[in-house]
């Protein structure tokens, strides 16, 4: 059994605050200590159920945040960033590369949505992105993505609303809230100690739900995104099939997830260039 955890920061124990996930900080520092006692709880936890390999994927920031030196020695992990599925690379190999489940931790709820740090992809110009009319977070368009290549989400950690999140995109999957909800900026926390001890025996738990099955296909899929300005919107446009539908929002269709979350990686890529620094 092979499992794939796509690491995330800003649902990580006793992250609540920007300069918590923000590379080169005193906060980061500290902070990355945390997140990376929750990964190696969930590669415990599932070597504890049985998994012969599991692998990270790194999926914050600038995807280099994890301390390797303090994880488990049997694990691997994808540091660094230029990947093509970004958040969920490793995803879309077969043969003996073949991943049976994926666990999304450190996860948040999406933009415009209550949670902490909640947002999608970048950290403030998106207000809101919807996939075929519904309102997603990273963990429901990258649930999709696994689906197409037959993998199930079998764990998911973050704050309250990050596992209520997935409820809707991964209802079979354990979940462990880390901490709860209050604002976007403050949660009540519980202890790395104790989120461990959740963490790993949620994934001893989850990792009999590690079994590939059919691939999904549920396309087409039509994703709309809402930035704050109007000017990222034009910005975007710049992009092949992505549209104008309104002031600040744009859309495309993508005939696969594998294509949807490739384009949206796009977008984000050009939005991220066109913000100036004071006027957004
Ligand atoms: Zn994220």
């Given at each position: 059994m092979r499992i794939l955890i796509s690491a995330d920061m800003e649902g990580a124990t006793g992250v609540t605050w920007p300069a918590d996930v923000l590379p080169g900080t005193a906060q980061w520092e500290r902070c990355r200590s945390m997140f990376t006692s929750d990964v190696n709880a969930a590669v415990l936890g599932f070597f504890d159920g049985g998994a012969d390999e599991v692998l990270i994927n790194e999926a914050h920031w600038?995807?280099?945040?994890?301390?390797?030196?303090?994880?488990?020695?049997r694990v691997q992990m994808l540091t660094g960033r230029h990947k093509a599925l970004s958040m969920v690379e490793g995803v879309q190999h077969g043969g003996?590369?073949?991943?049976?489940g994926v666990a999304f931790v450190g996860y948040h709820a999406g933009?415009?949505?209550?949670?902490?740090?909640?947002?999608?992809?970048?950290?403030?110009?998106?207000?809101g992105v919807w996939l075929n009319g519904v309102r997603a977070s990273e963990g429901l368009l990258n649930a999709h993505v696994v689906a197409e290549f037959?993998?199930?989400?079998?764990l998911v950690t973050g704050d309250d609303l990050a596992c209520e999140d997935a409820l809707g995109y991964a209802p079979g999957a354990l979940k462990v809230a880390v901490k709860d909800h209050v604002s976007r900026y403050a949660a009540v926390c519980r202890t790395p100690a104790r989120t461990a001890a959740d963490i790993r025996a949620a994934a001893r738990e989850a990792a009999p739900l590690a079994v590939r099955h059919e691939p999904v296909a549920g396309g087409p899929f039509t994703v709309e995104v809402e930035f704050d300005a109007e000017h990222l919107s034009a910005a975007v446009t710049v992009v092949p099939g992505v549209r104008r539908v309104a002031e600040r929002k744009v859309a495309y269709t993508s005939g696969t997830m594998y294509e949807g979350i490739r384009t949206f990686k796009a977008v984000t890529t050009v939005a991220s260039a066109a913000v100036e620094e004071q006027y957004g």
């Open positions: 600038t995807m280099r945040n994890l301390l390797l030196e303090r994880l488990d020695e003996d590369r073949a991943v049976d933009a415009g949505m209550e949670g902490v740090l909640a947002h999608t992809y970048l950290a403030n110009q998106i207000t037959g993998v199930p989400v079998v």
